[in-house]
């Protein structure tokens, strides 16, 4: 009786320990118009992954996994821009980067500890632009990549 008690004691436990995980997707586009060359320094996030898709923009889908934060705490951080990106176009060169370059840690008042928080983005880019996959290595995480125009 008591190695069932504690069975189902555990199983609670870990299904109260995973209802503390709160998940949000937020997407951005971005419009490359004429830009021959493209920019991407994005920070702050873990496992960055480049898809080729026949849109005529860029298309960024962050994830975003918090756990010990509510769901208004998680949507605060979202509209402060903490997972944002924002854009620059100098002549024909287009930049792409995380608007919060640094973030603090999330330590809610009356807590000891502060809350885990996983971040990966997916950058989706049109098909007419080249890279170089070595910048997309693990190692190269926070590193800015370049984009460049195919030639046609």
Request: hydrophobic share 45%.
């Amino acid at each position: 009786m008591l190695h069932r008690l504690l069975i189902l004691g555990l199983a609670l436990g870990l299904q109260i320990r995973a209802a503390a995980q709160m998940e949000r997707t937020v997407y951005q586009v971005f419009e490359v118009d004429s830009a021959k060359t493209v920019t991407l320094d994005i920070v702050g996030f873990t496992y960055p992954e480049l898809h080729v898709w026949a849109g005529n923009s860029i298309l960024t889908e962050a994830n975003i996994q918090v756990w010990e934060a509510s769901p208004e705490i998680v949507n605060f951080l979202i509209e402060q821009g903490r997972y944002a990106f924002e854009k620059e176009i100098v002549g024909d060169e287009l930049r792409i980067f995380t608007k919060i370059r640094k973030r603090e840690d999330i330590k809610l008042p009356g807590m000891h500890t502060k809350c885990v928080e996983q971040t990966t983005v997916k950058v989706f880019v049109p098909d007419i632009y080249e890279w170089d996959p070595s910048e997309w290595a693990a190692d190269q995480t926070d590193k800015p990549k370049i984009l460049r125009r195919k030639v046609e």
